[in-house]
T-cell receptor, first 115, second 112 residues
Framework: EPEVTQTPSHQVTQMGQEVILRCVPI?????FYWYRQILGQKVEFLVS????????KSEIFDDQFSVERPDGSNFTLKIRSTKLEDSAMYFC?????????????FGSGTRLTVV | GNSVTQMEGPVTLSEEAFLTINCTYT??????LFWYVQYPGEGLQLLLK?????DKGSNKGFEATYRKETTSFHLEKGSVQVSDSAVYFC???????????FGGGTRVLVKP
C-alpha cells in the first residue's frame, strides 16, 4: 500500500537554528498538509498546499515557517529560527483530491526536539 | 469555530472487555467525522469515517455512529485485544472544508 514517507524520524536542533523536515507524499496525490502535535496535546493543523501554493494556513504558521515542493516529489517544512516551543511531532499528510471521501494518508512523523 | 472533545485517558481494559470512547463535536453545517488510530511509534491511520447523519462507520470490529441530534460520534468495540492498545483520535472536516480538526486523543491500554 502506498505510504507517505517522512525523514528524519527524530531531529534534535539547537534553538535559533534552521531545520527542514522532509516528506514524500503519495505520488498521485495533489493535496499536501503539515500537522503538529506537541507532547500531550492535540494534533493541530499547520498548513495545506495545492497547485504549488499554500491554500490555507493556521495562526501557528507564522513567518518562521515555510513550505515548498521543490522537485515534484518532496514536500518540505522549514522552520527558520527554531524556538523551544517548536518541539513537537510533525506529521505530513496527503490526499488525492479535495472531496470528503478522499481520505488523508499520514506519515509516521518527525519528532523535533529543540534544545 | 469547529472543535472536537473526547474523553481523556488513559483507558485501561482487560482483553475481551467492551470499549467506548466518547466524542462530541461543535461545527457549523454538516461535517464529516473520523476516528484515527496511532499505534506506538507509528503515524495516524484512518480507522473509520461517517459523512452524514445516522451513518455508521465500521472497521476492524470498531463502530461509530454519526448522531447529529447529540453531536456525537462515540467509538465502540465489543471485545478488545491487546493489539488494540493505541491512541485514538476523533476528528472532523467541516462541509466544503480542507483541514482536519482533532480531539485531544484517548490512550487505550489493553492488558492480557
Amino acid at each position: 500500500e502506498p505510504e507517505v514517507t517522512q525523514t528524519p524520524s527524530h531531529q534534535v536542533t539547537q534553538m535559533g537554528q534552521e531545520v527542514i523536515l522532509r516528506c514524500v507524499p503519495i505520488s498521485n496525490h495533489l493535496y499536501f498538509y503539515w500537522y503538529r502535535q506537541i507532547l500531550g496535546q492535540k494534533v493541530e493543523f499547520l498548513v495545506s498546499f495545492y497547485n504549488n501554493e499554500i491554500s490555507e494556513k493556521s495562526e501557528i504558521f507564522d513567518d518562521q515557517f515555510s513550505v515548498e515542493r521543490p522537485d515534484g516529489s518532496n514536500f518540505t517544512l522549514k522552520i527558520r529560527s527554531t524556538k523551544l516551543e517548536d518541539s513537537a511531532m510533525y506529521f505530513c499528510a496527503s490526499r488525492p483530491g479535495p472531496y470528503l471521501n478522499y481520505g488523508y494518508t499520514f506519515g509516521s512523523g518527525t519528532r523535533l526536539t529543540v534544545v | 469555530g469547529n472543535s472536537v472533545t473526547q474523553m481523556e485517558g488513559p483507558v485501561t481494559l482487560s482483553e475481551e472487555a467492551f470499549l467506548t470512547i466518547n466524542c462530541t463535536y461543535t461545527a457549523t453545517g454538516y461535517p464529516s467525522l473520523f476516528w484515527y488510530v496511532q499505534y506506538p511509534g507509528e503515524g495516524l491511520q484512518l480507522l473509520l469515517k461517517a459523512t452524514k447523519a445516522d451513518d455508521k462507520g465500521s472497521n476492524k470490529g470498531f463502530e461509530a455512529t454519526y448522531r447529529k441530534e447529540t453531536t456525537s460520534f462515540h467509538l465502540e468495540k465489543g471485545s478488545v485485544q491487546v493489539s488494540d492498545s493505541a491512541v485514538y483520535f476523533c476528528a472532523l472536516i467541516k462541509a466544503a472544508g480542507n483541514k482536519l480538526t482533532f480531539g485531544g486523543g484517548t490512550r487505550v491500554l489493553v492488558k492480557p
